[in-house]
């Protein structure tokens, strides 16, 4: 969809700012959010242009088709450089993404001029709110949901996007440790797996609780009919180390497109690393850690950017990763995180400053 917009952006501001209460040394991830939001509303057959508006709660009909589960969304950030030039990271993807997720759960597209726009003018105007301490960034939320009334099991006709964000610190503290989920899965041949549909999410909140009942961080998720095969980490894409060969999933109607990944498997190659992208046992990876030949095992995603994994469990054996020097988890993450707080060049185009 590429509609273009015809008018400029209509902006209300919040009379007030909640910036004076928050302590920027002690963000958090996704806890404080910024002073605006940024709406558009679908009605008879078409968006309305994107608004901005104070963030606050939003009314919503009891009626309302959320019930039956359209509610898509994305997960970017936003940066500030030394100059204070801000800057977003590939997110033309994002956009693309959440337009995938839509046609998947029989939502309307929104236009990239829409998104692309409205959130520019959003961060412009909440830039105050963009971190600049190291390993922090302004992390950025768009969803879209049904609203349209109705108890027919049927898609609505009306939908709400809204883009918020929230200044934030590093995702995960430490090292993870992670255990191998052979019974339940997070997606399914013909299934969501590979949008960014909200339900995807909730299907994993009982599993992994009950990994962390057992003493976990984490569920690393295998395919749904053998689960003979490492599909993803929690809510990253995953990659494995088995001595200087970096291996990841091929991405499938199970498994996200994550940007992270992407971009990890573009900078490694330049880097010299062998990157393999293939299937990947889950027997390979237990034999690997066995015989001391699988070196690491990091998620890769927007929150955390890499998160390096400690350990795993499989089948009630717990296997603990070495302690590297130069792990290619460190070096990889200050790569992409260079290039996206503008400390390196970037060849590839994936900046985008305002
Ligand atoms: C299931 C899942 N896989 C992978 C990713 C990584 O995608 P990205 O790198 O685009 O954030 C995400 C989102 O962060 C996710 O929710």
Redesign the pocket.
Known sequence: MNNTITKSIEIIKSDTTKINDVDFDNLGFGKVFTDHMMVCDYKNGSWTEPKIMPFGPITLEPSAKIHYGQSIFE??KGYKDADGNIMLFRPL??CK?LNISAERLAMPAIPEDYFMEGLKTLLKIDSDWIPTADGSSLYIRPFMFATGEGFHASPADEYKLIIACSPSGSYFAGKVKVLIEEKYA?AANGGV?YA?AGG??AGQFYPTQLAIEKGYNQVIWTDDSTHEFIE?A????VFMRINDTLITAPTSER?????????IIEIAKEDGINVEVRKIKVSEIVEAAKNGTLKEIFG????AVISPVAGFGFRGEDFDLPELENPYAAKLKKRITDIQTNKAEDKYGWRVKL
């Open positions: 997960g970017m993807d994002n993404r997070r797996g960014k995807n999410y993803e929690g809510a990253m894409n498994i996200l497109d994550g940007i992270t990944r992407k971009s890769a995603g927007t929150a």
